[in-house]
């Protein structure tokens, strides 16, 4: 079973430009979720989606921040503009239906903004 | 307000020894915590969960621990091994919470050979 992927694994952008992840869960999981892990820190839910609809993005900066999982299965997260402390790693992570309790997480996107 | 707290954030211990993770939470509506294990330039990995309604869960080498009147769990490792190695996350989630996950911020295990 192929597991949670992401791309681009790393991102170096100037603040004020924009930058779009993408992510494509586990074949089958209904439920799709972006982190924020900051240096030193636990990730952090920005979103989490249940199928093509927004569960929760009370954590999602939405001045800046949008996502999107246009047809149930894979999403993009987009950073608009990016702001030094967007610098951190962006995880994406999938849960089964029948286990929602245990998410899968993708390797992340390490973004840097100088 | 950390709802979950690691609040050692190194631990070395020698190969063959037992490591002893601990992580404390405040919120008595969590019913389900887990662990996850990360290498660098990877994403957390589950390692093993415990439900509220027991006390402790065995894996292999790796048992949990839950103190719901101290709202304490502890991850042990025994014996350990150099693949051991990682940060390790304590999580926690709450029934109707659309089981989302509340990191604690880590703890880096070092096993020495």
């Known amino acids: 079973e192929a597991g949670v992927a992401q791309s681009p694994r790393y991102k170096i952008i100037e603040k004020r430009q924009s930058v779009a992840f993408w992510c494509n869960p586990i074949?089958?999981?209904?439920?799709l979720y972006w982190y924020q892990q900051i240096l030193g820190q636990g990730p952090k839910l920005l979103i989490q989606?249940?199928?093509?609809?927004?569960?929760?993005d009370s954590q999602l900066p939405k001045d800046r921040f949008s996502a999107e999982r246009l047809k149930g299965v894979d999403s993009t997260l987009k950073i608009q503009p990016a702001k030094l402390e967007d610098s951190a790693v962006y995880l994406c992570?999938?849960?089964?239906?029948?286990?929602?309790?245990?998410?899968?997480f993708g390797p992340g996107t390490r973004l840097t903004v100088t | 307000d950390q709802q979950v707290k690691q609040n050692s954030p190194s631990l070395s211990v020698q190969e063959g020894r037992i490591s002893i993770l601990n992580c404390d939470y405040t919120?008595?509506?969590?019913?389900?915590f887990l662990w996850y294990k990360k290498y660098p330039a990877e994403g957390p990995t589950f390692l093993i969960s415990?439900?509220?309604?027991?006390d402790k869960n065995e894996d292999g080498r790796f048992t949990v621990f839950l103190n719901k009147s101290a709202k304490h769990l502890s991850l042990h490792i025994v014996p350990s091994q150099p693949g051991d190695s990682a940060v390790y996350f304590c999580?926690?989630?709450?029934?109707?919470?659309?089981?989302?996950?509340?990191f604690g911020s880590g703890t880096q295990l070092t096993v020495l050979p």
């Open positions: 074949s089958g999981h209904a439920t």
């Open positions: 415990i439900s509220s309604i027991k």
């Open positions: 992570a999938s849960s089964s239906r029948t286990n929602p309790g245990e998410q899968y």
């Open positions: 999580a926690a989630s709450a029934y109707g919470s659309a089981r989302q996950l509340t």
């Open positions: 989606f249940q199928n093509n609809g927004v569960v929760d």
């Open positions: 919120n008595s509506m969590f019913d389900y």
